[in-house]
């Protein structure tokens, strides 16, 4: 099935082989988070270049004392939003990649069990209730960092949440995607949305996980499998 022209699967040679070792049952988990936060940072690194531009800044002097021209990056403002708690794995690497240091704030989801629909229990968004009082602190660039897109429930919730916080654009990375999923998710708010994943999977168990997929992300992470 073709993936319509907001999404973006990277061709990384190494990226894709660091995906066939995440896969593995046998990574620990601080395999798990090092490949995680690799994997986010090749992704970052191919995203990122797309979505800023560069221009020239003020002068500056080198430790010499020869004059330059600085750079500045655009859009101004932005921020990173991981999805809880697996996205939290994701975060450093994205900051790496940024040549400033920018917000981060935390959206917290869940998949309600029997209807697989998504469930939010967490939003620290600046001012993310509207007010006519207050002007809007959204950020122009909102990057959503989330390890696996799976039914595309939670990560269209998410889209949806930072669109009526007033986000001009959304770039979301995440390691692997249901094909069903990125289209649920691509198709929330196309003009303002941009997903870039590192694998696809084409299949989805009755539970709403990806077949081979790389299990729950979250548990192998925070070590809480059989929980």
């Known amino acids: 099935m073709s993936l319509p022209s907001n999404v973006h699967v990277s061709t990384h040679p190494s990226l894709q082989a660091k995906l066939s070792q995440l896969r593995s049952a046998s990574a620990s988990s ?4 090092t490949l995680v936060h690799e994997i986010s940072l090749i992704l970052a ?19 010499l004392g020869f004059e330059y021209d600085t750079t500045v ?21 994205v900051q790496t990649i940024l040549p400033v240091a920018v917000p ?44 696996v897109i799976a039914t595309g429930g939670t990560c269209a919730a998410a889209i949806q949440t930072l669109k009526e916080w007033g986000a001009q654009r959304v770039m979301v990375l995440s390691v692997i995607g249901a094909t069903e999923g990125i289209l649920k998710a691509a198709q929330e708010w ?27 992300v979250g548990d192998r992470l925070f070590l809480t499998i059989g929980k």
């Open 30 to 33: 601080a395999q798990v988070k």
């Open 104 to 147: 981060v704030h935390h959206l917290g989801m869940y998949r309600e069990p029997s209807t697989l629909d998504p469930v939010e229990y967490y939003n620290n968004l600046p001012h993310h209730i509207p007010s006519s009082t207050s002007a809007s602190s959204a950020s122009s660039l909102a990057i959503v960092v989330d390890p």
């Open 190 to 216: 196309p003009a303002g949305t941009e997903l870039w994943i590192a694998g696809v999977d084409q299949e989805l168990t009755k539970e709403g996980m990806l077949r081979p997929g790389l299990g729950d």
């Open 73 to 93: 990056i655009s859009p101004e403002t932005m921020c990173i939003v991981p999805i809880l708690r697996s996205g939290l794995a994701m975060v450093e690497a």
């Open 45 to 63: 690194c191919e995203a990122v270049s797309k979505a800023i531009t560069a221009s020239t800044g003020p002068k500056d002097s080198t430790p």
